[in-house]
């Protein structure tokens, strides 16, 4: 994992137990992690990626109901997480770094 994407998945974790819950956090890539509350079945990912040679933070809070339905659809990876795709705007919200901890109450 990253060590800037371990230091942010750390501050998820810590503003979590502040507001009742243990976060977890999932190693994806190097570039990506989850965060997951498993009480309130939430999930969010936080992740870097290049952009015009600046790496680049982003976070997104996933709709897993939405996955799930994607996935029963026969929808792809690929299409799921197209940025040009119409269900990736359906499943992936993107949401404020700082926001993340309460999202996932």
Not at 13 to 27: N, P, S, W
Not at 43 to 56: P, S
Not at 70 to 96: C, H, N, W, Y
Request: proline content about 3%; charged content about 30%; some cysteine.
């Amino acid at each position: 994992m990253n060590h800037l994407l371990k230091s942010k998945a750390n501050v998820c974790k810590t503003r979590g137990r502040i507001l009742g819950y243990e976060a977890e956090v999932v190693d994806c890539q190097d570039d990506l992690v989850l965060i997951l509350n498993r009480k309130s079945e939430k999930v969010a990912a936080i992740g870097l990626r290049e952009n015009e040679g600046e790496v680049v933070f982003e976070s997104f809070v996933i709709d897993v109901r939405k996955w799930m339905w994607a996935e029963s659809e026969g929808f792809t990876m690929e299409q799921m997480v197209d940025p040009d795709g119409d269900v990736r705007s359906l499943i992936f919200k993107k949401t404020p770094f700082d926001r993340i901890p309460k999202m996932l109450v």
